[in-house]
């Protein structure tokens, strides 16, 4: 029996335009890195793609290593969406990173970009994606080759917009000007790493974007779980992925004292708020225009339901925003 989805479903959802594009995204989106296909089975991934779906959320992004073993993320998903309304959708994958042995199994070549594609969309039984990343940029294959297999995938009908991900500022802007002095389909979007405590891109790649019409969609907007209340404590809930994946070791290396004391009087604050740590590091990306969504992993219902509420208090006062500034900006 076909599932019935909330008819309600784009109520209470924001959507915002991606850069100059005509594209919109979910202010919230769901993202399979490590979770679907990987430490969490098909079952509770369809729970969270249904309930995410019923909650306005439909963009869901995914890469061609993503899953145990790598591709499984594509192939758990690609079951599932078949059971939902694809042209409600926008499903993103991504090519870069290590797939198969051999000079030609990773990175940004032609050979590498335009078969990891058609790997992809085979693992997910689709015709196109929504959005084809560069997942990460290559040191050695010149931009002019990288970008021009992302423009062969749109011609193709494989892609309909391409995106960079973990593009410095730089090496951004010479790709669009690489884009443009080539013809070839612009950047409709970038996916960076970016959080409370990763603040980095807020003087090297924003400028960037914003002088392209690009859109910017962060990864880690919860910096791998730390911007939550579940480790505050000092203890490793056994469910959470550093406890299944990670290991005491990243969390005695990512949470010192230091920063555990900067996590607190976030968490204060956000309690003052009426909301959870996580809720308040979302919707504080969020306030910018130049981010036109937050893409968030979760290994459960109640992890998107929570994520999906902090919509409902969006504002920040100056008092507030200064406070967060002199805990967690660095000095450029």
Not at 52 to 72: C, R, V
Not at 164 to 173: D, I, K, N, P, R
Not at 230 to 252: C, F, H, M, N, T
Not at 263 to 278: H, I, T, V, W, Y
């Given at each position: 029996?076909?599932?019935?989805?909330?008819?309600?479903?784009?109520?209470?959802?924001?959507?915002?335009?991606?850069?100059?594009?005509?594209?919109?995204?979910?202010?919230?989106?769901?993202?399979?890195?490590?979770?679907?296909?990987?430490?969490?089975?098909?079952?509770?991934?369809?729970?969270?793609?249904?309930?995410?779906?019923?909650?306005?959320?439909?963009?869901?992004?995914?890469?061609?290593?993503?899953?145990?073993?790598?591709?499984?993320?594509?192939?758990?998903?690609?079951?599932?969406?078949?059971?939902?309304?694809?042209?409600?959708?926008?499903?993103?994958?991504?090519?870069?990173?290590?797939?198969?042995?051999?000079?030609?199994?990773?990175?940004?070549?032609?050979?590498?970009?335009?078969?990891?594609?058609?790997?992809?969309?085979?693992?997910?039984?689709?015709?196109?994606?929504?959005?084809?990343?560069?997942?990460?940029?290559?040191?050695?294959?010149?931009?002019?080759?990288?970008?021009?297999?992302?423009?062969?995938?749109?011609?193709?009908g494989k892609a309909l917009y391409v995106g960079v991900s973990s593009y410095s500022g730089a090496h951004f802007a010479d790709a669009v000007r690489v884009c443009e002095r080539m013809g070839l389909a612009p950047i409709?979007?970038?996916?960076?790493?970016?959080?409370?405590?990763?603040?980095?891109?807020e003087w090297d790649l924003l400028p960037q974007t914003a002088r392209a019409g690009t859109g910017v969609i962060p990864f880690c907007p919860l910096a791998s779980g730390m911007l939550?209340?579940?480790?505050?404590?000092?203890?490793?809930?056994?469910?959470?992925?550093?406890?299944?994946?990670?290991?005491?070791?990243?969390?005695?290396?990512?949470?010192?004292?230091?920063?555990?004391?900067?996590?607190?009087?976030?968490?204060?604050?956000?309690?003052?708020?009426?909301?959870?740590?996580?809720?308040?590091?979302?919707?504080?990306?969020?306030?910018?225009?130049?981010?036109?969504?937050?893409?968030?992993?979760?290994?459960?219902?109640?992890?998107?339901?929570?994520?999906?509420?902090?919509?409902?208090?969006?504002?920040?006062?100056?008092?507030?925003?200064?406070?967060?500034?002199?805990?967690?900006?660095?000095?450029?």
């Amino acid at each position: 029996m076909a599932h019935e989805f909330a008819a309600d479903r784009y109520d209470a959802m924001q959507y915002r335009r991606c850069g100059r594009s005509g594209l919109k995204l979910p202010a919230i989106s769901l993202g399979a890195w490590e979770t679907f296909g990987g430490y969490r089975g098909e079952d509770v991934a369809r729970d969270c793609l249904f309930r995410a779906f019923d909650l306005g959320i439909t963009h869901f992004d995914l890469a061609n290593n993503y899953g145990t073993p790598p591709g499984n993320a594509e192939v758990v998903c690609g079951r599932i969406i078949k059971e939902m309304p694809r042209d409600e959708l926008v499903i993103s994958s991504k090519a870069g990173y290590y797939m198969w042995p051999g000079p030609y199994g990773e990175w940004g070549s032609r050979k590498y970009m335009i078969a990891s594609c058609d790997q992809s969309l085979k693992r997910m039984g689709l015709e196109y994606f929504d959005i084809f990343y560069s997942h990460r940029p290559d040191p050695e294959t010149p931009l002019e080759e990288t970008m021009g297999a992302l423009d062969t995938l749109v011609r193709q009908g494989k892609a309909l917009y391409v995106g960079v991900s973990s593009y410095s500022g730089a090496h951004f802007a010479d790709a669009v000007r690489v884009c443009e002095r080539m013809g070839l389909a612009p950047i409709t979007i970038h996916q960076p790493y970016y959080n409370m405590l990763g603040r980095t891109i807020e003087w090297d790649l924003l400028p960037q974007t914003a002088r392209a019409g690009t859109g910017v969609i962060p990864f880690c907007p919860l910096a791998s779980g730390m911007l939550t209340d579940k480790y505050l404590g000092g203890d490793i809930p056994a469910e959470s992925r550093a406890a299944q994946k990670w290991g005491k070791e990243w969390v005695e290396r990512n949470l010192t004292p230091e920063r555990r004391a900067v996590l607190n009087e976030l968490n204060d604050m956000a309690k003052a708020r009426g909301q959870s740590l996580a809720q308040m590091a979302l919707v504080w990306i969020l306030r910018l225009p130049a981010f036109t969504s937050a893409l968030i992993g979760a290994s459960s219902v109640k992890q998107i339901e929570e994520n999906v509420a902090a919509l409902q208090n969006p504002e920040f006062s100056e008092e507030e925003l200064g406070r967060i500034d002199k805990l967690t900006k660095p000095v450029p």
